[in-house]
């Protein structure tokens, strides 16, 4: 199983599992909050640091 595979099953979960156990709003907070993260991460890498984040993905991790 992949790194982003293992990250959305744990993103689905936390998602499920407020859903379940907290009020609406927080539900909606936590939802932006997982999504927004990676988003934001990415952002701030430089371009170099994204290039080289591309060409990592592409061939795999390791190799």
């Given at each position: 199983?992949?790194?982003?595979?293992?990250?959305?099953?744990?993103?689905?979960?936390?998602?499920?599992?407020?859903?379940?156990?907290?009020?609406?709003?927080?539900?909606?907070?936590?939802?932006?909050?997982?999504?927004?993260?990676?988003?934001?991460?990415?952002?701030?890498?430089?371009?170099?640091?994204?290039?080289?984040?591309?060409r990592s993905?592409?061939?795999?991790?390791?190799?």
């Amino acid at each position: 199983m992949s790194p982003i595979q293992k990250y959305a099953i744990g993103a689905g979960a936390a998602v499920v599992l407020s859903w379940i156990f907290l009020p609406g709003l927080v539900t909606l907070l936590v939802i932006l909050g997982v999504i927004a993260a990676p988003v934001i991460g990415y952002m701030m890498l430089d371009p170099s640091q994204r290039e080289r984040l591309r060409r990592s993905r592409r061939r795999g991790l390791g190799r």
